[in-house]
């Protein structure tokens, strides 16, 4: 079945630096690659996903990458904030499965001011 | 739009007790999920549903029964609770309007078995 790994586990980044979190798939039928925030004592929330027919998907400060080569797709925030401070979660799921999600571990992103 | 609501918050159970956590949907949404967290970890899929009358087994499905009567409505029963079974419980709907960006997670059951 799918598996899927992020890293790091815990990044720590300057308050207007950027900030990557990487994960990686193992099954090459997956074809839809969500990326979560979840704060404290909240559910997750959906911040921006990616379908496999897309290389690169932007939202103002956040876009994500997929290789589907490689099978490894990656967050990136731009010009990080306090308020972006959260654990972000990475998760793969094939759409005729009916979105059900396979989930990484989790980055705990730390904005330091 | 209340989105999606699950109680209680918080419940501590005894080994070898039941209970049912509610979780309910306002959006007409005919994806329904639970998952546990465990600390420090992604979720799990326990159970889905795909319409109403309609359920399936996630990952971890076992010590967990679910049924779906109604399109706004997604019990998750636990019978005969496990320590195994403490753990954070996430409810989450998916819309089916073509977008999947509706996509919803409710705040959450905490439950510990003792």
């Known amino acids: 079945g799918e598996n899927v790994e992020q890293h790091p586990s815990t990044l720590s980044v300057q308050e207007g630096d950027s900030a990557v979190i990487k994960c990686t798939y193992s099954?090459?039928?997956?074809?839809?690659f969500p990326w979560y925030k979840q704060e404290l004592g909240k559910g997750p929330q959906l911040i921006i996903d990616?379908?496999?027919n897309v290389g690169e998907k932007k939202d103002q400060r956040i876009a994500v990458t997929l290789n589907k080569t490689a099978k490894h797709f990656s967050l990136h925030i731009t010009e990080t904030q306090p308020e972006d401070s959260a654990v972000y979660f990475c998760?793969?799921?094939?759409?005729?499965?009916?979105?059900?999600?396979?989930w990484g571990a989790g980055t705990k992103l730390i904005i330091k001011p | 739009n209340a989105g999606v609501t699950q109680t209680p918050k918080f419940r501590i159970l005894k080994i070898g007790q039941s209970m049912t956590l509610q979780c309910a949907q306002d959006?007409?949404?005919?994806?329904m999920y639970w998952y546990r967290q465990d600390p420090g970890m992604g979720l799990k899929l326990i159970y889905y549903?795909?319409?109403?009358?309609?359920?399936d087994k996630g990952e971890v499905p076992n010590g967990y029964n679910v049924s779906r009567s109604t399109t706004e409505d997604f019990p998750l029963r636990l019978e005969l609770a496990a320590p195994s079974q403490t753990s954070v419980y996430f409810c989450?709907?998916?819309?089916?309007?073509?977008?999947?960006?509706?996509?919803?997670f409710g705040p959450g059951t905490r439950l510990t078995v003792t």
């Open positions: 989450a709907s998916i819309g089916t309007s073509g977008s999947i960006n509706e996509q919803y």
């Open positions: 959006m007409n949404h005919n994806y």
């Open positions: 549903s795909v319409g109403a009358g309609i359920t």
């Open positions: 099954d090459s039928a997956s074809n839809y």
């Open positions: 990616i379908r496999s």
């Open positions: 998760a793969a799921s094939h759409m005729d499965s009916n979105y059900q999600l396979i």
